[in-house]
């Protein structure tokens, strides 16, 4: 009978770990799929496709500047 409890436990705390990862990976994508999506409109509306990383942070740090005036 105990055996029969652990196993059942057992099975149950398999359950919600793999319920835990199932939200983390649903989490992740959907910020991954947020980033990429505010990156191609970053993009679109700055026509900045050919900036690199430098460059990019570089705008958005001026932009950020002149926002806060």
Known sequence: MM????KKK???????KQQEQREKNK???ERTHR???K?????KYFEIAD???DETKELLSNLQSIAKQ
Not at 39 to 43: M, Q, R, V
């Open 39 to 43: 990156g191609a409109l970053l993009e």
């Open 10 to 16: 057992e099975q149950e705390l398999n359950r919600l």
């Open 3 to 6: 055996k029969l409890d652990i």
């Open 27 to 29: 989490r992740r994508k």
């Open 35 to 37: 980033l990429i999506t």
């Open 51 to 53: 900036f690199n990383i």
